[in-house]
């Protein structure tokens, strides 16, 4: 799930990065400062977002402005040194109020509840989810390239990984497409029983897979038929249930 975070100590920022990502469910794909920035930045790119982390008192004015310029839908956990805005927080997405200084169990506190509310929400929409089992998975991506737009197939691409906030697809062809979609939502309309999340950043075809070898602190590395040019590593939460998806040609 993809994370912005809008705060104007730098140091604060830095340590609700290191925090946040603890959790291999989270991915920090912004820090912002001002006002301004967040606002011209959710003007054109809330929809890529899951959760914002924002601070109230900002160096260029009071962050609630935002919602004044923005029809933000995006869930919110307010992180500020005041404690006089509760309710207003409350009124403006907030699921969650962390008071400065905050401790490293209150982060991950909030990014709990935050799961439980999403939990919650695909829970209370059955007619939604029998609709996507009914259309099963998506076969064909669109992409750009020059001033035409592909049509990829999905059992033709090898992977899909994030590079500098953009997701790419990889095909068994050696191509190399930008994908303007998160990798959640790649996540959700591929067959699982064919690809594989081994980390925050990559999504990899079962057919990509050459052999697996031991890494560092528990971790394995793959060896791909067609890769990045970085290492393939998995998380070493992750390594059991990826040997028993290529086992058993199920995700686990």
Request: charged share 25%; hydrophobic share 40%.
């Amino acid at each position: 799930m993809n994370v912005l975070i809008v705060e104007d100590e730098m140091h604060t920022s830095k340590l609700l990065k290191e925090i946040i990502e603890q959790d291999e469910d989270f991915l920090v794909t912004g820090q912002l400062e001002t006002l301004s920035e967040a606002i011209a930045f959710l003007s054109k790119h809330q929809n890529k977002l899951d959760l914002l982390f924002l601070d109230i008192q900002l160096a260029d004015g009071h962050s609630f402005e935002i919602f004044k310029h923005i029809d933000l839908s995006i869930p919110v956990i307010f992180c500020t040194a005041f404690d006089d805005y509760t309710m207003k927080a409350i009124k403006n997405n907030g699921i969650d109020y962390i008071l400065k200084p905050f401790k490293e169990d209150e982060i991950h506190t909030a990014l709990k509840k935050y799961k439980q509310f999403v939990n919650t929400f695909q829970t209370n929409r059955p007619n939604l989810i029998k609709l996507n089992e009914v259309n099963q998975y998506q076969q064909t991506f669109l992409t750009q390239h020059r001033e035409k737009t592909l049509v990829k197939n999905v059992k033709d691409i090898a992977l899909f990984n994030i590079e500098f906030e953009t997701v790419y697809m990889y095909t068994f062809n050696k191509e190399k497409l930008p994908l303007f979609k998160t990798l959640e939502y790649i996540c959700s309309v591929c067959d699982p029983n064919q690809f594989f999340r081994i980390n925050r950043q990559m999504l990899v075809n079962r057919n990509n897979v050459n052999s697996i070898e031991p890494y560092f602190n528990r971790k394995v590395m793959l060896h791909l038929k067609v890769g990045t040019g970085d290492k393939a590593i998995v998380s070493r939460l992750k390594v059991l249930p990826l040997k028993k998806w290529l086992e058993a040609g199920i995700e686990i």
